[in-house]
């Protein structure tokens, strides 16, 4: 089965979504720089439909806290 943020990370980041998991942060996938995650900010809102607070944008230093930022937000991912 697919993952919908696995993938939109993939994407952005320009890296294999083999290579990604709920663990994957900027301290351990070297494209994932402060641009980036500018970018991964704004696709998120884009792709999901929402808004994220400055808050819980600084909350999402991992694949996983993202998804957790979203499904508080009633996002299934």
Do not use: C, Y
Request: net charge negative.
């Amino acid at each position: 089965m697919s993952d919908p943020l696995i993938a939109l990370f993939a994407e952005v980041l320009e890296v294999e979504a083999t290579t990604l998991n709920d663990q994957s942060a900027p301290d351990n996938v070297e494209q994932w720089d402060s641009l980036a995650a500018m970018h991964l900010v704004a696709t998120i809102e884009d792709k999901f439909d929402v808004q994220l607070s400055t808050k819980e944008m600084m909350k999402m230093h991992s694949i996983g806290l993202a998804r957790e930022v979203l499904k508080s937000k009633d996002i299934a991912v």
